[in-house]
């Protein structure tokens, strides 16, 4: 069965900064890889997505992911992180259909001043 | 922008009781889904919903749920008789397109609590 594992459950960092979330998944055949945010009080925003092709994928907010097949992971990053990125974040994957998918149990970014 | 609307945020049951959750999807999408995320755990899918019918559902998913499309706007979850373990965030998602292409949209989630 598939599985997406976030290894940090909480993260701090400075504002202006760089970011790193760790995601791993695993999972037979190609995944269909995706990181969400959630706001406080805000439904899950899709943030960026990879499906096949160039394995750095741009998102929104300034966030990329990078798809490392040997390395089974899809980590998030921002070069510098503002106050406003404080929220939780979460890997998901998919085998195909988009309805079916697999979450990490998320890691919640906090931003000091 | 069109969004994923959820109602109510908060509910607290007792245990024992009937729930309904509900959700308005954005007015295009045909998928809808249901997913729940219990406190200090994973998110998980609970169950797809497309032309009136399931599409797909998860284990958790058993005969005490149930989901409907009762008008052209409104996409509920009921919980015939809610149990303590049933306390979870609860989000309603929304899609236009099933498969590879599509994007699921989800609204700010439900936070039920069964005492």
């Known amino acids: 069965a598939q599985s997406v594992t976030q290894p940090d459950i909480h993260i701090t960092v400075s504002e202006g900064a760089s970011l790193e979330l760790r995601c791993n998944y695993s999972y037979g055949a190609t995944p269909y890889l995706f990181w969400y945010v959630q706001s406080p009080g805000q439904g899950l925003q899709l943030l960026l997505k990879?499906?096949?092709?160039?394995?750095l994928v741009q998102g929104i907010k300034g966030f990329e992911a990078e798809f490392k097949r040997s390395q089974s992971s899809f980590n998030l990053r921002k070069p510098s992180v503002h106050w406003s990125d404080a929220a939780e974040y979460f890997c998901a994957v998919t085998t195909g259909t988009a309805s079916k998918l697999t979450f990490g149990t998320g890691t919640r970014l906090q931003v000091t001043l | 922008e069109p969004e994923v609307t959820q109602t109510p945020s908060h509910q607290v049951t007792q245990m024992g009781q009937e729930v309904i959750l509900r959700c308005v999807p954005i007015s295009n999408h045909l998928y809808f889904y249901w997913y729940r995320q219990i406190l200090g755990q994973k998110v998980e899918f609970l169950v797809s919903f497309y032309n009136n019918e399931i599409s797909e559902k998860s284990e958790i998913f058993d005969d005490q749920f149930s989901v409907e499309r009762p008008d052209g706007s409104n996409f509920t979850l009921k919980i015939r008789s809610t149990k303590l373990e049933d306390s979870a965030m609860y989000f309603c998602?929304?899609?236009?397109?099933?498969?590879?292409?599509?994007?699921?949209?989800f609204g700010q989630g439900t936070r039920l609590t069964v005492v």
């Open positions: 990879y499906f096949s092709g160039d394995t």
């Open positions: 998602a929304s899609s236009e397109f099933a498969g590879l292409i599509t994007e699921a949209f």
